[in-house]
């Protein structure tokens, strides 16, 4: 991307919110689509091929197989830059949910949908860089505002994906999301990212004139001492093991819950379509969750916003517990908003948890490294859950386990915000 730009003129809208709001339209359709809508291919999936309900769970699962290689992550991002890496990502995507529509043979759909899961965090690993290049005081909000579109895009595009199955096939579906991904997420990108930061039109970050916040220096491209930490400097610090293992608790019950949802609800003694209308109020509240999160973010002290995100997922897991002994329309209402709520924030809390506590290490190696922690425990979180099921019989007990999980989560987190930053002690 040039950085010769002409003069900016000085009224008009802060071209960091377009490109934002491209990153909005971008994971409404590459998460939206391309996780919450694949949801839906498991019925016809099933039908048209005779597979097991494992077989085709699987195919949804597979999204999250190559997140290892977000390890290498922030050395990606440095070597190509946020640009290549998102139209990457999208593009990889698009192309792979298309090719799904002509393959007819398991091994070959779990190879596309790992290569789609591949896409899929190249794009996700630039967002919290690109939301710096552009914003310091509403970092928090913006993260919020582009991680909301994944929700929205999944609350908007699930309807319309199930009525294409309905009335054409699934193999028209996946052909829909494909040309959807290139046309509405795709060149939004391109257009917004011919311009690469603020300082290529003569601004500071936010806007402000330059040299008026002090952070004029752009994220990564800067030469500021703080931000050229890397992956090693991340994982010699014992703050970031702390905040790993707060990640993996956490995460456990989050993906523990989210994966069993539909079942446990049906367990207490609701039907199908109840269950569904769960699933859709707690999407809709996530979407809620991670724009208020960020709004919260840059107005609220990181403590208070990481207490609130652990209370809603031990309220949100205990609400189920509840309804498991008895039955109440209450408790699985309390359920969808504090586990919905939960969703949407809890991303942005920790990314900007790593952020405050590395302010040395670039946001690059910061997010893709802590991002891997995440994928890798809701993963494996939806078979553990499974695992104590199968072992106690019960999702009450199961239930039980998920909220010690979760309370163990905010003891941990706890410990770690009251840790000196990596940078002073190394210093």
Same mark, same amino acid.
């Given at each position: 991307? *040039?950085?010769? =730009? +002409?003069?900016?003129?000085?009224?008009?809208?802060?071209?960091?919110?377009?490109?934002?709001?491209?990153?909005?339209?971008?994971?409404?359709?590459?998460?939206?689509?391309?996780?919450? #809508?694949?949801?839906?291919?498991?019925? /016809?999936?099933?039908?048209?091929?005779?597979?097991?309900?494992?077989?085709?769970?699987?195919?949804?699962?597979?999204?999250?197989?190559? !997140?290892?290689? &977000?390890?290498?992550?922030?050395?990606?991002?440095?070597?190509?830059?946020?640009?290549?890496?998102?139209?990457?990502?999208?593009?990889?995507?698009?192309? #792979?949910?298309?090719?799904?529509?002509?393959?007819?043979?398991? /091994?070959?759909?779990?190879?596309?949908?790992?290569?789609?899961?591949?896409?899929?965090?190249?794009?996700?690993?630039?967002?919290?860089?690109? #939301?710096?290049?552009?914003?310091? $005081?509403?970092?928090?909000?913006?993260?919020?505002?582009?991680?909301?579109?994944?929700?929205?895009?999944?609350?908007?595009?699930? /309807?319309?994906?199930?009525?294409?199955? %309905?009335?054409?096939?699934?193999?028209?579906?996946?052909?829909?999301?494909? !040309?959807?991904?290139?046309?509405?997420?795709?060149?939004?990108?391109?257009? @917004?990212? $011919?311009?690469?930061?603020?300082?290529?039109?003569? &601004?500071?970050?936010?806007?402000?004139?330059?040299?008026?916040?002090?952070?004029?220096?752009?994220?990564?491209?800067?030469?500021?001492?703080?931000?050229?930490?890397?992956?090693?400097?991340? &994982?010699?610090? /014992?703050? !970031?093991?702390?905040?790993?293992?707060? *990640?993996? !608790?956490?995460?456990?019950?989050?993906?523990?819950?989210? @994966?069993?949802?539909? %079942?446990?609800?049906?367990? @207490?003694?609701?039907? %199908?379509?109840?269950?569904?209308?769960?699933?859709?109020?707690?999407?809709?509240?996530? @979407?809620?969750?991670?724009? %208020?999160?960020?709004?919260?973010?840059?107005?609220?002290?990181?403590?208070?916003?990481? &207490?609130?995100?652990?209370?809603?997922?031990?309220?949100?897991?205990?609400?189920?517990?509840?309804?498991?002994?008895?039955?109440?329309?209450?408790?699985?209402?309390?359920?969808?908003?504090?586990?919905?709520?939960?969703?949407?924030?809890?991303?942005?809390?920790?990314? +900007?948890?790593?952020?405050?506590?590395?302010?040395?290490?670039?946001?690059?190696?910061?997010?893709?490294?802590?991002?891997?922690?995440?994928?890798?425990?809701?993963?494996?979180?939806?078979? =553990?859950?499974?695992?104590?099921?199968?072992?106690?019989?019960?999702?009450?007990? *199961?239930?039980?386990?998920?909220?010690?999980?979760?309370?163990?989560?905010?003891?941990?987190?706890?410990?770690?915000?009251?840790?000196?930053?990596?940078?002073?002690?190394?210093?």
């Amino acid at each position: 991307m *040039t950085n010769a =730009i +002409a003069q900016p003129r000085a009224s008009g809208l802060y071209h960091g919110w377009k490109v934002l709001i491209a990153l909005f339209l971008a994971g409404f359709f590459v998460y939206g689509g391309g996780l919450y #809508c694949f949801v839906l291919f498991v019925t /016809p999936l099933t039908t048209e091929f005779g597979w097991s309900r494992a077989s085709t769970g699987g195919i949804v699962s597979a999204f999250w197989l190559s !997140f290892p290689l &977000l390890l290498v992550g922030g050395y990606a991002i440095r070597r190509f830059g946020v640009t290549r890496m998102l139209a990457a990502g999208i593009t990889i995507e698009a192309v #792979c949910v298309i090719a799904l529509a002509s393959v007819s043979t398991l /091994p070959q759909m779990y190879l596309l949908r790992g290569a789609m899961g591949f896409g899929k965090i190249l794009f996700a690993a630039c967002i919290p860089v690109t #939301c710096a290049r552009w914003f310091s $005081r509403h970092f928090g909000l913006a993260l919020g505002i582009a991680w909301a579109g994944w929700h929205i895009g999944g609350m908007v595009l699930a /309807p319309i994906t199930g009525a294409i199955i %309905a009335h054409a096939s699934w193999r028209t579906a996946c052909v829909s999301l494909g !040309f959807a991904l290139l046309v509405l997420a795709l060149l939004p990108i391109l257009w @917004a990212q $011919r311009i690469d930061s603020p300082a290529a039109l003569g &601004l500071g970050l936010d806007g402000d004139p330059l040299g008026q916040t002090g952070s004029e220096a752009q994220a990564d491209n800067a030469p500021d001492p703080r931000v050229t930490g890397t992956l090693p400097d991340l &994982l010699r610090a /014992p703050t !970031f093991w702390l905040i790993a293992l707060a *990640t993996l !608790f956490f995460y456990t019950t989050y993906g523990g819950v989210l @994966a069993h949802e539909g %079942a446990i609800v049906e367990a @207490a003694g609701y039907s %199908a379509t109840a269950s569904s209308l769960v699933l859709s109020l707690t999407t809709g509240f996530a @979407a809620l969750g991670s724009a %208020a999160s960020g709004w919260m973010l840059d107005h609220w002290s990181l403590r208070r916003v990481g &207490l609130l995100m652990h209370v809603l997922l031990i309220a949100g897991t205990a609400a189920l517990f509840v309804v498991m002994g008895s039955p109440s329309l209450t408790a699985l209402v309390i359920y969808g908003v504090a586990f919905g709520l939960m969703i949407g924030g809890s991303d942005v809390f920790f990314v +900007a948890f790593v952020r405050d506590r590395f302010p040395h290490v670039g946001v690059g190696f910061q997010y893709s490294t802590w991002y891997c922690v995440e994928l890798g425990t809701l993963l494996v979180s939806p078979v =553990i859950a499974g695992h104590i099921f199968d072992v106690v019989g019960n999702y009450r007990t *199961t239930l039980g386990a998920l909220v010690a999980c979760a309370v163990a989560a905010l003891a941990l987190t706890g410990l770690a915000l009251t840790t000196r930053r990596p940078a002073l002690e190394a210093a």
